[in-house]
């Protein structure tokens, strides 16, 4: 890229991260130092306000670099991602929002916790929750290090490393200060931001072809390389009986995953009452939805205008498509207009980024401390030193998501995050479900359906293609892998389920159905609810 898309783009970002910065800084000085105010923000946030927050946490480098590059690399099959994402959330409005606000107060623990015994519950869901953020975490420093490296031309693997050591080096400075509330203000802004740009870029494309969908997408197939089969399932999961069944087997963490994210769930705890929690869903379904039908146009058109060789000669993952689009949709290389919408669209992915790791780490760092550390204490760990425990385990998360993202920085982002998907599906869906559905549910269950998702889930990821045995893997140069699949969720989803059942009815415990009447009662009417 030439000097003005470096210098332009620069600038934007240091303009976010001073807005930003500026944000958590008059927050830290206003805040009260409770557990409530670091975990909840003070529980003061509106459903639109929150419903602006859920959306930016959720609409993710993945969302806006990794979904539009696969479907602008596979065409319809680059879609299941936008669809699954969007359909997701119908699994959370029905099932979940409601529910956790009223029986939780800050971590997924806190639900299960209350009708079990507590303290294996809570290092079980603690240690889940941590596995799935980190994994969350690894896929936005991949995106940001492949946008940087575009900017400073596309070949410097130490700029790529640089970028996402500074990316952690910001995260964990947005959470040890300003905590949620300034996570919260964060992400609205990214949200606005995201929705702008997005809005604007789909606009673009489709005057680029007249308003002509159909346009779009015979020119996309023509410059794909595959013709009609690009406008068709099966280019990426229609080869074997292997590819199909990681079709299936994404397609189910994809919808049940959204429902047993740590940082989705965090963000009911942040408005006063459940119907609140109910209302900021609804608003942030709208605000998906609409987001997610443009990643669609955007990635087709990025086939359309750049064609799929193009677009996978800047990135193998296709992780670079979109900021690639809009140099071309602004008058191209070296033009004013290409210059100005291409350094805007890499600071508005760049502010993404940064947003969602905030608010991922956040809520690894409070289940760190006030589900592992309070469980470990023999009495119940007070709140300014669980709060002190959090600030310095967003430092040892953040560490710990550098180290991962730079082995993983060839994958596709939205790739990475279906596996994050697949895990939180495994291990924390089971135990959320049973715990506010199921009368007979036990510690043993609980602990059980945790464990018994989570460890195959991992495991199962370790032994597949995506480690070891191919070219993209992240240890190309070694052979291990035993499952066929790349997407666990096929198998360790219903692992999670059976095991929880087994645990259950082979518990000598008797369940409590008196804390089960308490629960539900507090689901279904709110009574009691902090």
């Not at 480098?61 to 994402?85: N, R």
């Not at 769930?265 to 939805?289: D, E, N």
């Not at 993202?405 to 982002?413: P, S």
Request: with cysteine; glycine share 12%.
């Amino acid at each position: 890229m030439s000097g003005h898309h470096q210098t332009l783009a620069l600038l934007l970002f240091s303009a976010f991260i001073a807005v930003t910065l500026g944000i958590t800084t008059w927050v830290s000085r206003n805040r009260r130092g409770s557990a409530e105010e670091f975990y909840a923000g003070g529980r003061l946030f509106s459903p639109l306000e929150n419903g602006f927050a859920i959306a930016g946490d959720y609409m993710s480098a993945a969302s806006f670099l990794g979904i539009s590059g696969l479907i602008a690399l596979y065409g319809y099959d680059g879609m299941l991602y936008s669809v699954g994402f969007l359909v997701a959330w119908l699994v959370v409005l029905l099932l979940v929002a409601e529910l956790v606000r009223n029986c939780g107060r800050f971590t997924l623990a806190d639900v299960v916790a209350s009708r079990m015994s507590e303290r294996p519950v809570r290092i079980a869901a603690g240690t889940s929750s941590v596995t799935v953020s980190v994994l969350y975490l690894v896929a936005q420093m991949v995106g940001a290090g492949s946008l940087v490296a575009l900017l400073l031309g596309g070949t410097s693997e130490a700029a790529r490393s640089w970028t996402v050591i500074g990316v952690g080096a910001l995260m964990v400075i947005y959470v040890s200060l300003g905590g949620m509330r300034a996570t919260t203000w964060i992400q609205i802004v990214k949200a606005v931001l995201l929705m702008a740009g997005a809005i604007a870029m789909t606009v673009l494309v489709l005057a680029r072809f007249h308003g002509d969908f159909n346009q779009l997408l015979n020119s996309a197939a023509e410059r794909s390389g595959h013709g009609r089969d690009f406008l068709a399932p099966g280019l990426r999961y229609g080869g074997d009986w292997t590819a199909r069944l990681d079709f299936v087997s994404l397609g189910l963490a994809l919808v049940l995953g959204t429902a047993g994210l740590p940082h989705i769930l965090s963000r009911f705890y942040t408005v006063p009452t459940a119907r609140a929690a109910r209302r900021s869903v609804v608003w942030s379904i709208g605000l998906i939805g609409s987001f997610y039908l443009m990643t669609i146009v955007l990635g087709f058109g990025a086939a359309a205008v750049l064609g799929s060789d193009e677009v996978r000669k800047s990135n193998a993952a296709g992780n670079t498509a979109v900021p690639l689009l809009a140099l071309d949709l602004g008058g191209g290389a070296g033009s004013t207009g290409g210059t100005v919408l291409f350094a805007v669209v890499a600071a508005v992915a760049f502010a993404t980024i940064l947003a969602v790791v905030a608010g991922i780490t956040l809520a690894s760092s409070a289940s760190v401390a006030h589900d592992l550390y309070a469980s470990l204490k023999r009495r119940r760990a007070r709140q300014h030193s669980e709060v002190a425990v959090a600030r310095v385990a967003a430092a040892g998360i953040g560490v710990a998501a550098i180290a991962l993202g730079l082995l993983a920085r060839d994958l596709n982002v939205a790739f990475l995050v279906g596996l994050a998907f697949a895990v939180a599906a495994s291990a924390n869906l089971p135990v959320l479900l049973y715990s506010l559905f199921w009368r007979n549910f036990t510690t043993r269950g609980a602990v059980w359906a945790v464990y018994g998702g989570l460890v195959p889930a991992v495991l199962l990821v370790v032994l597949s293609p995506v480690v070891s045995g191919s070219q993209e893997a992240l240890f190309p140069g070694v052979d291990f892998h035993v499952f066929p699949l790349q997407n666990p969720g096929l198998v360790s989803i219903p692992l999670g389920f059976l095991a929880g059942w087994i645990g259950t009815v082979t518990s000598t415990e008797l369940p409590d159905e008196a804390k089960h009447a308490e629960t539900e009662v507090r689901g279904l009417t709110g009574a009691g609810a902090v």
